[in-house]
């Protein structure tokens, strides 16, 4: 009999305990709640470059927050910042304003090019208004934890010295060597991708059977060419490696979207 009361009580606290973790899983809070709603801060910057500049010379001006809109949108990249404010003030004191209604750049940050037409100093202000997170339709992760919350205001300045005589263009690239040379390329050596294929190309030593075009003396002559025109290759003997020992650098050859692109 003793044991019989011992079964039933055991099964009456299991139950109980169901119960108990049940209710408690009901009173969790959400994942996608909290209370009171946060006010993010957020830290606003701007930039214009290059400083000094001449009148008629073109200004990349670049300004930005510290926040992504969300840190859930890391991966979906489909919600953005709106209203991002730039006044731009000549040196005469005259204002122009213009709002950007979406930031489409998934890092906060916005750009335009701006050429001035007088000399002095201008200045750029940068003001982000504010945004409640839930503000804009179909702009927003209904399943996110930012729900209710707010990123707070913020804003940012700079200026742009412009002077009369026109500031000489950026060194492209640094001259092609004329002695010994190693990989990497650095990009500062944007121009030496015209000498860094790895092909050995136009301007290569050949054997007699090669000449130009196909090579002879092969059943699939046709499916073995000479690569013609990229890069010119070395004219004595060429040391072959088939293991490298660093990456990175000015990328060799005409096989790329953008000349003397770097890794």
Known sequence: MKISKNKTATIAIAIL????IGASMILLPTANAHSPPWQISTHAYITASPNPIGVDQTALVVFWLDKIYGPDIALTNNWRFHNYILTITTPDGQNTTRTFDVVQDTTSVQTISYI???????TFTFNFPRQDY???ANAYNPASVLVNDTFLPSSAST??????????????SYPLPNNYWTRPIYGE????????SNWLGTGAPVLSSVGSGDITGFPQQSAINRYPGDAVGPQTAHVVWTTPIESGGVVGGNGFPISGNTL
């Open 116 to 122: 001035p037409e007088q000399v002095g100093t201008y």
């Open 134 to 136: 839930t503000q804009y």
């Open 189 to 196: 050596n944007t121009d030496w991708w015209l000498i860094s």
């Open 159 to 172: 200026t742009l010295t412009v002077q009369q005589e026109p500031v000489s263009s950026p060194i492209s």
């Open 17 to 20: 305990l169901i119960f108990s």
